[in-house]
């Protein structure tokens, strides 16, 4: 495996969610840096409330509706990890989501009762045929499972690529290596330690913070069974890492021996949901 000995990092801020960068090379970081930008840029002409792609989509109410190539590819990653976690990691919870936050909170209070779970064709229901994609109007699309992690996994080929360099990327809890590593890995701070990244993709899921993914049971519209839990798994991929991650932690009691047959490494911590960010990595 290559290595690289200079590394030169910058951190900043997206919608809450720290987002690091790290690149072989001090005269990459700006470049690398526009990379990054511009996603999440794009992520957010997608996703604005109201006034994004996503809803007009929406708004079609069942209707198929032209879309961008990063929708659809937002959209095909998140029908694929649905459909490879047997609809554990659904992306048509957000109807849900918004029945809860309606309440305040996972737990029933007055005049809400129980929660109503999703409606069951769920993800089922969705069509993406070419750049055509119909949701049908019971349903809302959230695509925050996958889509950090799909960007910061094309950010860092595309980085990566451009640059014939190392790099890393991290959007929230989905961070997605490239290139050489340096020596001993690329650190990545989870869960109170530092763990050496030497490739592939790394995600953590949890039920309370958004950079988790904010997730939900489909199966029941709440949270899951183990709520002060964070589940971290390594994968080829960020992706396939993130896609485990909040399947185990849907799956609750069962998550640990269903990820124990699956191949990848991974760890169980308690939430550090209001812990602080992590100092930036001294290299």
Do not use: K, N
């Not at 014939?164 to 001993?184: C, D, F, H, K, Q």
Request: contains cysteine; positive net charge.
């Amino acid at each position: 495996m290559d290595t690289i000995d200079r590394v030169c990092e910058t951190r900043w801020s997206y919608r809450g969610r720290p987002v690091r960068l790290a690149v072989a090379g001090a005269r990459r970081t700006t470049a690398a840096r526009r990379v990054v930008t511009g996603a999440l840029a794009a992520l957010d002409r997608i996703t604005a409330p109201g006034r994004g792609e996503l809803a007009r989509v929406h708004r079609a109410a069942g209707r198929p509706v032209p879309v961008g190539p990063l929708l659809r590819d937002l959209v095909a990653v998140a029908l694929d990890a649905a459909q490879a976690s047997d609809g554990a990691c659904d992306p048509t919870i957000g109807a849900a989501r918004i029945r809860l936050a309606a309440r305040g909170g996972p737990f029933p209070v007055c005049g809400f009762g129980t929660a109503v779970p999703p409606p069951a064709d769920g993800w089922r229901a969705v069509s993406l045929h070419g750049d055509r994609l119909t949701v049908p109007p019971t349903l809302l699309l959230v695509l925050g499972g996958t889509a950090t992690a799909y960007l910061a996994q094309r950010c860092a080929a595309q980085i990566a690529e451009r640059s014939a360099g190392g790099v890393l990327v991290a959007i929230g809890s989905r961070v997605a290596t490239a290139g050489p590593v340096p020596p001993g890995g690329w650190p990545v701070p989870v869960g109170g330690r530092t763990i050496r990244l030497r490739g592939g993709g790394l995600a953590t899921a949890s039920a309370s913070r958004p950079d988790g993914g904010d997730v939900l049971d489909p199966r029941s519209g709440q949270a899951p069974e183990l709520p002060g839990t964070a589940v971290t798994v390594i994968a080829p991929d960020t992706v396939r890492a993130a896609t485990l991650a909040v399947t185990a932690l849907v799956r609750g009691a069962d998550g640990p021996g269903w990820l124990a047959g699956q191949d990848c490494s991974w760890w169980i911590d308690p939430d550090r949901a209001g812990a602080p960010l992590a100092p930036p990595v001294r290299w």
